[in-house]
């Protein structure tokens, strides 16, 4: 383990330059030790040190820090087999314990965007599928989304609410339920320094455009997490671009590419997700302003 200064040693940059990209961008998370002071390790290190050099390539900071998180994402610590089944199993045999010790084991122990990417979204698919062959009951699922939620909503609070970065508004629309995955985007984005206002579920298209306009909202994000949540998309889209023409609406979800063609398409991970979308809203103020 390093210290800060042994790490940002290491690396090539300031001490204030590591906790600065921590903080906006997940990227190098560190640990505490007994007395309160941030710990590196090996692995947070080498993301630290792939950020700096590609930022010494000519990335922008979010850029390098949506590649980074992307190439991570992926990796998985060593007790990763014993976990890879956990919510599964959890869902299974109906174990809150279970559930709420491998969540916490998880976020306390890896970036948010690396565990979400890396590791919660692929096993919520698997606890999908575990309902879909039977092996996963209704309440059992509902018990794992309930542990999920608790867990995201405390990060997102966590992650505090930019108060000068650019304003988003995030829901999905009409009659789309399924929410985990843009509940895990939007803590990324307050993450990344955006100025979030989560609406979640199912919001009429007449919320959308009163959220949209009183927040003098920069961005709307969707998603289109089923193929039947299309139609209410595009009649949400429609609302927004006639009452907010000037409003970026970007869209995520296993669907969004059938999102209108003016949208903005996210991706499937919320780390690079959230990095583009701070970077197309920056490009948007820096040409309004040229």
Request: aromatic share 6%.
């Amino acid at each position: 383990m390093y210290t800060i200064k042994r790490a940002a040693e290491r690396v090539g940059v300031s001490e204030s330059t590591l906790r600065a990209w921590e903080r906006r961008y997940g990227v190098g998370t560190s640990r505490r030790s007994e007395s309160g002071y941030r710990l590196y390790d090996e692995q947070a290190v080498r993301a630290l040190s792939a950020m700096n050099a590609l930022i010494n390539e000519g990335w922008s900071a979010r850029l390098a820090a949506a590649e980074v998180l992307r190439r991570t994402a992926v990796q998985v610590d060593e007790d990763a087999p014993s976990f890879d089944r956990a919510l599964v199993q959890g869902a299974e045999e109906f174990d809150l314990a279970t559930l709420t010790a491998v969540l916490e084991h998880r976020f306390n122990n890896a970036s948010f965007e690396s565990v979400v990417d890396g590791w919660l979204l692929p096993s919520l698919r698997e606890v999908g599928l575990g309902w879909e062959a039977g092996r996963v009951s209704v309440a059992g699922e509902h018990l794992v989304s309930g542990c999920v939620v608790r867990r995201l909503a405390a990060a997102y609070e966590a992650a505090g609410e930019g108060p000068v970065g650019p304003r988003i508004v995030i829901g999905l629309p009409p009659k789309a339920r399924h929410d985990l995955g843009l509940m895990s985007f939007a803590t990324a984005a307050r993450r990344a320094g955006l100025a979030t206002s989560y609406l979640g579920a199912d919001v009429p298209v007449e919320d959308w455009v009163t959220a949209v306009t009183a927040r003098s909202a920069d961005a709307a994000v969707l998603a289109i997490p089923m193929e039947r949540d299309v139609a209410s998309l595009t009649e949400t889209v429609a609302a927004l671009q006639e009452h907010a023409p000037d409003v970026l609406v970007a869209v995520g979800g296993g669907f969004q590419d059938l999102a209108p063609d003016h949208c903005l398409r996210l991706g499937h991970q919320v780390g690079p997700a959230a990095a583009l979308l701070a970077e197309r809203l920056q490009q948007r103020r820096d040409a309004a302003t040229a």
